[in-house]
């Protein structure tokens, strides 16, 4: 059974940092594709980073991008999100997500087929 569990969210103030983790179970972790999303009050879902299996190659949202760093352990079966700069806009759910990213010649999108509870980071002086 896979199991996603984040965990490392909290209240910081704006310019603070944040890490936020996410422990796997139930499957093999190395042979997937991971990511967060995260969501904000009274706004859609929004894919934050993503990362290869190997974790040599990461991908970010704009909105994020040089202030968010995504990592994984495969020994320890962990992803970790490592939040800088944090800005208010940056409060949100935010999701530990299986992704069964598909890519072949010019395309690629993402499917997530588990997703964790959430873990809350809320952003605020």
């Known amino acids: 059974q896979v199991h996603l569990v984040e965990s490392g969210g909290g209240l910081v103030q704006p310019g603070g940092s944040l890490r936020v983790s996410c422990a796997a179970s139930g499957f093999t972790f190395s042979n997937y594709y991971l990511g967060w999303v995260r969501q904000s009050p009274g706004k859609g879902l929004e894919w934050v980073s993503g990362?290869?299996?190997?974790?040599?190659?990461?991908h970010y949202a704009d909105s994020v991008k040089g202030r968010f760093t995504l990592s994984r352990d495969n020994a320890k079966n962990t992803l970790y999100l490592q939040m800088n700069s944090l800005k208010p806009e940056d409060t949100a759910l935010y999701y530990c997500v299986r992704d069964l990213f598909h890519y072949g010649g010019n395309y690629h999108y993402h499917e997530y087929d588990y997703w964790g509870q959430g873990t809350q980071v809320t952003v605020s002086s």
């Open positions: 990362i290869n299996t190997v974790g040599d190659n990461t």
